[in-house]
């Protein structure tokens, strides 16, 4: 298995989706070596968590910082997006070709597609698994910039990434996605790809494990991984065109944005009224905030904060495209809304309602139960690798 990142600590969504993923498949009897993606040395303190379930778990060093001379010059005199130059670690190629010299395995999963230029030549059935749509993504992002010569560069560069995405589709023995949404993207683009939906999920247990109480005064929280483009765009929609309308209705109102990278992209919108910070138990923002706000438009991939907000009880205000991924339906145990005149209102009436706060609260937490516990989600997993690796 190869990943962009090591898979522990869980302070993102990919590293919260692998993890379990990897701890379930080992209880099922497959055994992986885990090669994967690390900025510093630091992260080698979590290998160990990793050993557990793995047979083997190497690391290879990615620069630091992305927006490096040395990634951007590389970018510009490559047929490789900025994505896959980013994502490049010396070594790890030439590692995982001796490995499979060494080994049988039955197949290599690839966790997304800008891990696949480390693949080399092999006749190994490779099932890649798409997070999300990476050039729909990007393409949101360069569609919204406001600077005419740079939106022409990142259409560029829009347009290498959805080459090679589609090229590494169709290198794979198999693809999978997150939702049927993705699904459905992903043969738009290649009628004939061999693809199927494995959703994300939550640790029902653990999220529902009480650590903490919730806020005696109103909590409006937004979390997420920052150094993610769409959570820095929901946190900008957020604070300038929601969050002040909640706090003319609201006077005691408090915003909360937690997640990685949070005081890194957002230190100075910090008052009295105004949190940011990163925290080492989410679980502790999920328990004590009020409800989850999540203005989300850009699309692609499902979001774990809506599957943790739900199975730790907390309310969720998204909008259509944020709540891709699930079957959570409007007023029962979502609110949907697609303006931000919409989503301040129904954050309100949620604040001051409290019928409705509290069946969406068990409405939602139900629907995780039954529908998004890792457990299944990984046995589905497991059943394509034996299609795909031919186990019996």
Not at 58 to 73: A, D, G, H, Q
Not at 249 to 254: G, I, N, S, V
Not at 290 to 305: D, E, H, N, Q
């Amino acid at each position: 298995m190869l990943t962009p990142y090591l898979p522990y600590p869980l302070l993102t969504g990919g590293q919260t989706r692998s993890f379990n993923l990897i701890k379930r498949l080992s209880s099922l009897g497959h055994r992986i070596s885990l090669f994967c993606l690390i900025k510093n040395d630091h992260d080698k303190k979590y290998i160990g968590e990793l050993e557990k379930y793995c047979e083997e778990v190497k690391v290879f060093k990615r620069s630091e910082k992305p927006w490096t001379v040395s990634n951007i010059l590389r970018t510009g005199f490559s047929f490789f997006p900025f994505l896959v130059i980013r994502n490049w670690a010396k070594g790890e190629k030439e590692a995982i070709k001796e490995k499979i010299q060494q080994e049988k395995f039955d197949l290599i999963h690839a966790e997304t597609f800008y891990v696949m230029p480390h693949i080399p030549k092999t006749d190994i059935p490779i099932l890649l698994v798409e997070q999300t749509i990476e050039h729909l993504v990007y393409k949101h992002f360069a569609d919204e910039f406001k600077i005419p010569l740079i939106k022409q560069l990142l259409y560029i560069d829009v347009f290498k990434m959805k080459h090679w995405e589609l090229k590494y589709w169709q290198q794979a023995k198999k693809v999978v996605a997150m939702s049927d949404e993705d699904l459905k993207a992903m043969t738009d683009e290649v009628k004939s790809l061999d693809v199927d939906t494995v959703p994300n999920g939550v640790d029902i247990e653990y999220f529902g494990e009480k650590v903490t109480r919730r806020s005696e005064t109103p909590v409006v929280l937004y979390l997420g991984n920052f150094t993610w483009l769409q959570n820095r765009e929901a946190v900008d929609i957020l604070v300038k065109k929601i969050w002040p309308k909640i706090k003319e209705k609201l006077a005691d109102a408090k915003l909360w944005i937690i997640g990685k990278g949070a005081k890194d992209f957002f230190a100075k919108l910090e008052t009295d009224s105004v949190r940011v910070d990163e925290v080492s138990d989410v679980r502790v923002a999920y328990q004590q905030a009020s409800i989850l706000v999540a203005p989300i438009f850009g699309g692609g991939g499902t979001r774990y904060k809506n599957f943790e907000a739900f199975a730790s009880g907390l309310p969720v205000v998204t909008t259509s495209i944020g709540i891709r991924g699930t079957d959570a339906k409007d007023e029962e145990e979502v609110i949907i809304r697609d303006s931000s005149q919409e989503i301040a209102d129904a954050a309100i009436d949620l604040l001051t309602n409290p019928a409705l706060y509290k069946k969406l609260a068990i409405n939602a937490k139900n629907m995780v139960r039954e529908k998004y516990n890792w457990d299944p989600i990984a046995r589905k997993l497991s059943d394509i690798y034996e299609k795909l690796g031919e186990v019996s």
